[in-house]
């Protein structure tokens, strides 16, 4: 026995490792193919809400098409410009941290040298990046969010071909198995798909309301490049607790440079936390009928696995992905004990509700979704 489960575990282990092999090599077709998933999640309501009120398809596929090309353009225009304007403002915000990193250090450099706890040939300014090494650094994050444009027609092309077959499941399950093995499989894809549209759905809109706040607050206290910071608390709101906390910090950090009282900074600290919590702990909850309940470490895994399968894009799409494979195992029986070790603390809040009893391998009595 030992032996066996030894081996059962090295097996799995360089599985693991063979898929994610094949999932780093095949990027360029994977990463625009998994977004088109979790978007055609997101406009699946509104082609059913179309089509129930018999628009052609064509029609329908042919506004979701320009939605998004429209939304895809406009949100490039927003970087691009926010961007540019920021790199170029760069060496103003050096030479405003060099003159106050100087006073600072002039201040406690002889304390220090008396206590033996700084070398005489410590200089402050090897401490400060310099402007081409944090352009640099600005511009290949950017150009890895901007990278994702050149996977838009594989984005499209997936979506589309996945919204025209939207709908059409339950038909093919009933020819392809008998009726109440059928109706079992049904209910637990449409109770999954349910549950998968509505997190994206509310997710996707919550996380524009954050963007759309961050950008209104930042601009009404004259922070510089506030479209720009609206648009990365829009993304990194999809990472739960480290997004928000990184989608605040950052342009707290921008108006310590650019004002000189702390009134200011004090302000975008107390307002853009406050949209955070007000977005995170009360409109979400409201609009979402259930809680996921993600552990911490569960999340911060994911984060690592994706981020280094497929980079920034990777990082963003890690928390969706982990939340669509946790709704799944708890609407299927044998993958239930999966479901409850990707779960943070146990018996708290309104967890995601569950099929009951539901197990897909064997042909048993048709139960309702609980």
């Known amino acids: 026995m030992p032996n066996s489960r030894l081996t059962q575990f090295l097996l799995g282990v360089v599985a693991i490792f063979v898929v994610g092999v094949i999932l780093k090599e095949l990027r360029v077709v994977l990463l625009p193919f998994v977004i088109a998933i979790l978007l055609s999640n997101v406009f ?39 961007v540019d ?23 406690i450099q002889q304390p220090l040298l008396d206590l033996n706890l700084i070398d005489e040939k410590l200089d402050w300014r090897d401490f400060i990046p310099t402007v081409g090494s944090l352009t640099a650094a600005i511009g290949k994050g950017v150009g890895s969010i901007l990278g994702i444009v050149s996977y838009v027609f594989l984005i499209l092309l997936f979506m589309l071909f996945m919204l025209a077959e939207s709908g059409d ?19 637990v894809v449409a109770n999954i798909d349910g549950q998968v549209q509505q997190y994206l759905l509310t997710k996707t809109l919550i996380s524009m309301g954050t963007g759309i706040f961050t950008s209104i607050v930042l601009w009404l206290l004259g922070v510089d490049f506030a479209l720009m910071w609206g648009f990365l608390a829009f993304l990194l709101n999809f990472i739960p607790n480290v997004g928000s906390i990184v989608a605040t910090i950052l342009p707290f950090f921008l108006s310590l440079l ?65 939340a669509t494979l946790k709704i ?25 509700p569950k099929m009951q009893g539901l197990e897909l391998p064997s042909v048993g009595e048709s139960r309702k979704v609980g």
């Open 258 to 322: 650019q004002f000189e009282a702390f009134t200011i900074p004090l302000l975008v600290l107390l307002f853009l936390g406050s949209v955070q919590v007000m977005m995170g702990n009360f409109i979400e909850p409201k609009v979402m009928s259930f809680s996921l309940n993600l552990s911490a470490l569960v999340i911060l895994l994911s984060l690592i696995f994706w981020g280094w399968l497929w980079g920034i894009w990777g990082m963003i799409i890690a928390v969706p992905i982990t």
């Open 169 to 187: 499941l339950t038909k093919r399950l009933y020819k392809a198995f008998p009726q109440e093995r059928a109706t079992q499989i049904a209910e």
């Open 328 to 352: 799944m195992c708890e609407n299927i029986e044998s993958l239930k004990p999966v479901a409850v070790l990707m779960t943070g603390r146990i018996g708290t809040g309104k967890e995601t």
């Open 44 to 82: 699946s309501p509104i082609v059913t809400w179309l089509r129930k009120r018999r628009v052609p398809t064509i029609f329908t596929l042919f506004l979701v098409l320009l939605s998004f090309s429209l939304v895809v353009f406009l949100m490039s225009l927003i970087l691009v410009a926010s």
């Open 85 to 107: 304007s920021f790199v170029a403002e760069l060496p103003k915000y050096e030479e405003i941290l060099r003159s106050r990193m100087a006073t600072g250090f002039a201040d």
